[in-house]
């Protein structure tokens, strides 16, 4: 009886782990792509939702994990609560999680008919991390839009029960890595001083402050006109959509701060958010739902 306690105390514990390697991820990662999975798949099921979460969350551990072993140094400075650098769990065994965890998400993708999805995810990650190319501003930021569209690509997939990806939900998976692609480096302003350890180049380095943070607010506002042309939501949605972008860029070219630029990106992730739902007014226009308020 003891040894059986043991043994689940043990297996609640390393899963207990394995989601600490995420939990920053929740708002920038798991927050939009449940979004805009949940938009293009409709209305799904409980199981189908556990199934499509348990997959996206297997290929993000995988990332996160050894993500956390080539950057301890960063770790260090500036998120010393990370399980590697706390000493929740040792480099070694870290390892082997990440062996377990990605057998798992492959195994899992082919499970649902998703391998092409899983292989490219394999090469974005391999490429950024042990690879190094994350330590190049551009391909930091398009390697991360591989990832986020292998994500919303395979959510989408398993919560509309393994079938394809419909054109608009194509396009709209496609928009989400380019949107990532443009405006990722969001995320960089409040990680200057541990990137700046490890030699990382980032345009939140690179750029003087002024007009990385002036250019990035002239990217959230046009890609606000550009998903509202396409999008067509009703009107008190593209301004709410609006209202999101001028708050988070706003915030950002008033205080220059790691803390404050934390914050900051709170309010562009709910605008990344909210850009991902916009695709549902589509999808109702599409299937002939009469919308209030529509532009």
């Not at 394999?122 to 190049?136: D, T």
């Not at 690179?206 to 990035?216: A, I, K, V």
């Not at 008190?236 to 001028?246: D, K, N, Q, R, Y």
Request: glycine share 6%.
């Amino acid at each position: 009886m003891k040894s059986l306690h043991d043994a689940l105390s043990a297996a609640v514990d390393k899963t207990y782990t394995a989601f600490l390697f995420s939990q920053s991820d929740v708002v920038p990662i798991i927050g939009p792509t449940l979004a805009v999975s949940m938009v293009l798949a409709g209305p799904t099921d409980l199981w189908a939702f556990i199934q499509g979460f348990v997959w996206m969350e297997l290929h993000l551990i995988s990332f996160e994990i050894k993500n956390q072993m080539v950057g301890l140094e960063e770790d260090r400075l500036a998120k010393p609560n990370r399980p590697i650098v706390s000493g929740r769990i040792s480099l070694n065994d870290a390892q082997t999680l990440y062996q377990v965890v990605f057998a798992l998400s492959f195994l899992y993708s082919i499970y649902h008919g998703l391998v092409a999805c899983s292989v490219l995810y394999l090469v974005a990650i391999v490429a950024y991390n042990e690879v190094g190319l994350s330590r190049n501003w551009f391909l930091k930021s398009f390697l991360g839009s591989i990832g986020y569209v292998c994500y919303c690509w395979g959510t989408t997939v398993v919560f509309d029960h393994n079938k394809p990806l419909s054109q608009t939900s194509a396009i709209a998976v496609i928009l989400s890595g380019v949107i990532h692609t443009t405006t990722g480096h969001a995320q960089d302003f409040r990680d200057r001083s541990g990137d700046a350890a490890i030699g990382r180049k980032t345009l939140a380095i690179m750029l003087p402050q002024w007009f990385g943070r002036w250019s990035l607010m002239a990217l959230v506002y046009a890609w606000t006109g550009g998903l509202v042309y396409y999008w067509q939501p009703p009107i008190p949605v593209s301004v709410g959509f609006a209202a999101l972008g001028v708050i988070a860029m706003v915030k950002y070219c008033l205080d220059y701060s790691e803390e404050a630029d934390r914050k900051s990106y709170w309010w562009y992730n709910m605008w990344l958010i909210t850009a991902h739902m916009l695709p549902v007014f589509k999808r109702l226009s599409d299937a002939g739902v009469k919308i209030p308020f529509s532009m």
